[in-house]
């Protein structure tokens, strides 16, 4: 089993709709969390940190349920600029080194 | 804002070449890390640094070595290329518990192998 998976899309949202998505991971004992968004052909770049009871960061709400060893995304009022692919991001067992999931693949069209 | 620089933005070299990659920081951070980055498979880590001339290897490091004279500095290199080391390679640092904070990427370097 992987460490961190996810859906890999992609996800094709109107513009304005919202749209969410998952990502399960492995270790039990993880205790940091991520999401990072890569545009095509760029480098990853930090969205958010995961808080356990959950936070918003404009339209961009994350939740982590821990009984459930799962976190998510929620995008609200979808841009065009949100087009990307977000990764999922957990913290290994290995100390200071995290696991990056393989991301998902987002789309907005007009 | 940390900013991490790759020297290369692509590449393109022949089998049996070697190969370096560079990559400095300019924040101080004590991590470093290379990574690859394939379609599908996502971002293996190939190996990382916490500290001057400390290196462990990462989950894919057969093919490469790595370098960390100094400490905004790090190296990636490939002893012999080889096709199937074709990929994006990107570099990244972070604070001591980079797990808290998250890491800071380059902007990558494509390495095409012939």
């Known amino acids: 089993r992987k460490e961190v998976e996810q859906d890999p899309g992609p996800f094709n949202v109107p513009e304005g709709a919202t749209v969410a998505f998952n990502c399960t991971y492995s270790?039990?004992?993880?205790?940091?969390f991520f999401w990072y968004r890569q545009d095509c052909r760029k480098e990853p770049k930090l969205l958010m940190s995961?808080?356990?009871s959950g936070n918003e960061d404009g339209r961009f709400t994350a939740q982590l349920n821990r009984a459930s060893q799962y976190i998510s995304l929620l995008i609200r009022d979808s841009k065009l600029s949100d087009s990307a692919t977000y990764l999922c991001?957990?913290?290994?067992?290995?100390?200071?080194?995290?696991?990056f999931g393989a991301g998902t693949q987002v789309v907005v069209t007009p | 804002d940390v900013k991490v620089t790759q020297s290369s933005r692509y590449l393109v070299k022949r089998t049996g070449e070697k190969v370096f990659l560079e990559c400095v920081q300019d924040?101080?951070?004590?991590?470093m890390f290379w990574y690859r980055q394939d379609p599908g498979l996502g971002l293996r880590l190939i190996y990382f640094?916490?500290?001057?001339?400390?290196?462990e290897k990462g989950d894919i490091p057969e093919g490469y070595s790595v370098s960390r004279e100094k400490k905004e500095r790090f190296s990636l290199i490939l002893e012999s290329a080889s096709t199937n080391q074709t990929s994006m390679y990107l570099c990244?640092?972070?604070?001591?518990?980079?797990?808290?904070?998250?890491?800071?990427f380059g902007s990558g370097t494509r390495l095409t192998v012939v």
């Open positions: 990244a640092s972070s604070l001591l518990e980079g797990s808290n904070y998250g890491y800071t």
């Open positions: 640094s916490y500290d001057v001339k400390m290196k």
């Open positions: 995961v808080y356990s």
């Open positions: 991001v957990v913290n290994r067992a290995s100390w200071g080194k995290l696991q």
């Open positions: 270790n039990s004992a993880s205790q940091s």
């Open positions: 924040m101080d951070h004590e991590n």
